[in-house]
């Protein structure tokens, strides 16, 4: 299934995307797309039902898409995920996976605008394959047990303002958790509906030029992994996302002088069967 959450900020409905496109008011089923409804298989299992019986209210197709999730608990990222990203940026492979957080709060819908921050001069783009988790996961032994716990997959923008993150000491976490710097969606996709997570292409465009085209086959750390590695650090409840890391084609890694966004931007973003995001930037 397609996930989704449809209506203003802070008052979507609840959706589910049919065979033609078309959202469908899942309201008078859930409350809402979260972690709940996630690690609710009966729940799930009605939705299925309703969906293939046709019967669910249309909701306009023109309306805006919020984030898929609502409610999300926590943000674990990866930093330096991807073998190509890491070589562009000249680090070294990681032995283990890099770790940092972003608030929930930075998560805004697929097609919002992004905010590039005040006295900012390096604010980069990162297209990323997100993992939902659905099933509480602690000490999982197996990279089965892991795949066991992942509810679905979407993309997520891991918006990053560089000169916060590398220059001004401590952790990544201040150039990390700007407002608006984690777009995602517009789908929540089952996991029955994405068999090998490490065979998908993802895209990016700066304002109609593609600068990122790669795929999670060429991720260091796979997703089994990831969620399994993650499960022996923090307890993973459903409603907690997983940013996976950005392949190669990021501002940071190009010559100088280096493309960083401005205020006027477009970004683009896709990957393969989650769907396609688009975010004009502007000034906080």
Not at 79 to 89: M, R
Request: aromatic share 6%; charged share 25%.
């Amino acid at each position: 299934m397609k996930l989704l959450r449809v209506g203003p900020a802070g008052a979507e409905r609840p959706a589910v995307l049919d065979e033609t496109g078309t959202p469908r008011d899942l309201s008078g089923l859930v409350e809402d797309i979260d972690g709940t409804l996630l690690a609710d298989e009966a729940a799930l299992a009605r939705i299925r039902e309703a969906a293939a019986s046709g019967e669910l209210p249309a909701l306009d197709a023109g309306s805006r898409i919020g984030p898929p999730l609502g409610r999300i608990g926590k943000i674990v990222c990866i930093g330096l995920n991807y073998h190509d990203h890491a070589t562009e940026t000249g680090a070294a492979i990681p032995e283990e996976p890099i770790l940092f957080m972003k608030a929930p709060d930075t998560v805004v819908g697929p097609d919002d605008t992004v905010l590039v921050p005040r006295g900012s001069v390096k604010t980069d783009w990162e297209v990323e394959l997100a993992v939902v988790i659905g099933r509480t996961a602690r000490y999982l032994e197996s990279d089965e047990e892991a795949l066991a716990s992942v509810a679905g997959y979407a993309i997520a923008h891991d918006v990053s303002e560089r000169a916060f993150q590398i220059e001004r000491g401590g952790q990544w976490d201040k150039g990390k958790n700007c407002e608006t710097f984690n777009p995602l969606g517009p789908w929540l996709v089952t996991a029955d509906e994405v068999p090998d997570p490490q065979a998908l292409a993802l895209r990016l465009w700066v304002n109609g030029e593609l600068k990122q085209d790669g795929t999670t086959a060429d991720q260091i750390f796979p997703v089994a992994q990831v969620v399994r590695y993650l499960s022996q650090f923090m307890t993973l409840y459903p409603g907690d996302v997983i940013n996976t890391g950005t392949p190669a084609g990021v501002a940071l890694g190009r010559p100088e002088p280096k493309p960083y966004l401005r205020a006027g931007d477009v970004v683009e973003l896709e990957i393969d069967g989650l769907g396609r995001q688009r975010q004009e930037l502007k000034g906080a």
